[in-house]
């Protein structure tokens, strides 16, 4: 049971997003008060639909700063969610995923300060390791970025920690290690591969896997990323502010082994079909969680199979038929 003391205003920036809404459901179930701040370009309204009622939806862009501040009056925290995503799609059209991850991300820190707020908590990405040798990846290691999309994800952070330096404003960011789970886009020609695949192995389309299949990815359910930022908005300061986190597992899967994880929970007989290499790919990707367990408490709550099993039991009951 959550005491009265501890409930909040929240501000959930791409709250009609996969990840910003499972936050959203999770802040509104708890009975904080729950601000949502997202355009509709890769939001859905049907994933706000069950708490429509319970939270004051704003839709506006986040490169608007009038905008941006006023969603941020009278509010406590701000979990920055809002991004376009995607490796290939910042590679493909660049502008528009700088324009919102990086001026976007600029304009919340802004409303923030402006504003009050006591600690902006901001989706930062793995990407930002880059193929550099040494795993698991530490947060300590120099970012190197690859892709345009990594670029801002770190520029991001880089701005998070200033805000925090300069004037003070309680910033932490987390780096998502591939999130998957319900509500993630899967038919989008940037979805990421978790929900493509699955879509496409339900509906008996063998997937196209990117190369070899032998790179890795530490696979993170979404229920985990809820759990890290609920603990990354209350742990104390000393610990937490200022800093980056690896938010993941700390396991390594191939896309190969997903695959195979995939077709036996969906009983889908097909290989996959093997084409060339993407351009900004990341080989591969583990992280240690060691950090953000000391500081923030955090412990993975849902593993990959587990996880796995979830998302298909959600895509099966969305897509049936
Ligand atoms: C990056 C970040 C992740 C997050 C995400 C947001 C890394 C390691 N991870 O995810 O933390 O910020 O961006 O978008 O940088 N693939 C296929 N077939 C497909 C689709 C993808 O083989 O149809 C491959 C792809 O080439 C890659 C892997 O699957 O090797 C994962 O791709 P993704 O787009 O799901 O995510 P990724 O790793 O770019």
Known sequence: MISLKSLANYLITGGAGFIGSHLVHALVERGDQVRVLDNFETGL?????????????????LADADAVRSACEGIDYVLHEGALPSVPRSVKEPRPSHATNINGTFNVLEGARL??????????????????????????????????????????????????????????????????GARQVPDSPYSGVMARFTLMMMQGERPTIFGDGEQGRDFTHVENVVSANLLAVTAPATLAAGRVFNIACGHRHTLNETFNVLA?????????????????????????ITAANTALGYVPQVDFEEGLRRTVAWYREEFAG
């Open 264 to 288: 036996t929970l969906l009983k889908f007989p097909h290989p996959p079909i093997y084409g060339p290499e993407r351009e900004g790919d990341v080989r591969d990707s583990l992280a240690d």
């Open 45 to 61: 309204r049907k994933n706000l639909d069950a708490v429509r009622d319970r939270i004051d939806l704003r839709e506006a862009d």
């Open 115 to 180: 504003e009050g707020v006591k600690r902006v908590v901001c989706a930062a990405s793995s990407s930002a390791y880059g193929n550099q040798p040494g795993f698991p990846r530490v947060e300590t290691m120099a970012p190197q970025p690859l892709s345009p999309y990594a670029v801002q994800k770190l520029t991001g952070e880089l701005y998070m920690q200033a805000y925090w330096r300069v004037y003070g404003l309680e910033t932490v960011c987390l780096r998502y290690f591939n999130i998957f």
